[in-house]
């Protein structure tokens, strides 16, 4: 069973101030996929990585895939209370995924004004 | 484009009884699959169904069974209801598949077994 782990679990701070969530496995993925859920809501597709040692922005957010493509960050800069939510990390393609996605437990994030 | 709607989107059953979830994808989106979130166990994958056949199953009971239509709507049902099968389901729905790893999500339906 491949497991994604996510850290840390819970991340309360203020308004303007950076943060890295990070995804770790001991296997190797095609792809790995970040989503933001906020309550209520399904999970909203972030990003994509494909490549080991990728990077991609999306604003104030920084995505990197591991050299390995076993591993990844979200980097948020400046955050501001409207990305308070739930991050996801998932795992799709690896050796003994068997066909489909795993996901971490999530990184609960929370941005006070 | 509309997105993935579920339905219900919430609902009260009692133990022993059976629910049906309903989910219809993006259009054009073959694969739909399900899971199961919980704040104790996270996303929990159930099954994926791609052009009316089931391609994957986790590991749930046989209580939780799903179909998939040639409009590639789909059902999961679950049947004689246990309290720990409170949780939000979710349906996401992808164009090539799971495996791929791109999904998108419905609200979920969220259920409450008493």
């Known amino acids: 069973t491949q497991l994604l782990e996510q850290s840390p679990q819970f991340l309360s701070i203020q308004e303007g101030e950076n943060l890295t969530v990070y995804c770790n496995s001991s296997?190797?993925?095609?792809?790995l996929q970040w989503y933001r859920q906020e309550p209520g809501e399904g999970p909203v597709l972030l990003v994509t990585v494909v490549t080991g040692g990728e990077v991609k922005k999306l604003k104030r957010l920084t995505f990197q895939f591991g050299d390995a493509r076993k591993d990844s960050s979200l980097h948020i800069t400046a955050a501001q209370p409207g990305d308070t939510g739930l991050y996801l990390c998932a795992g799709a393609g690896g050796n003994t995924n068997a066909g489909k996605s795993t996901f971490g437990d999530g990184t609960t994030l929370t941005v006070k004004p | 484009k509309a997105g993935v709607t579920q339905t219900p989107r919430y609902l009260i059953k009692t133990r022993g009884q059976q629910v049906t979830l309903s989910c219809s994808p993006i259009s054009g989106h073959r694969s739909v699959s399900w899971y199961q979130q919980t704040p104790g166990q996270g996303l929990q994958f159930l099954f994926e169904y791609f052009s009316e056949t089931q391609r994957n199953k986790g590991n749930f009971p046989g209580r939780f069974s799903g179909r998939q239509f040639s409009n590639s709507r789909s059902e999961m049902n679950v049947s004689t209801l246990e309290l720990g099968d409170s949780a939000l389901y979710l349906c996401?729905?992808?164009?090539?598949?799971?495996?791929?790893?791109?999904?998108?999500f419905g609200e979920g339906s969220r259920l409450t077994v008493l």
């Open positions: 996401a729905s992808s164009f090539l598949g799971t495996a791929t790893g791109e999904l998108f």
């Open positions: 296997s190797v993925f095609s792809s």
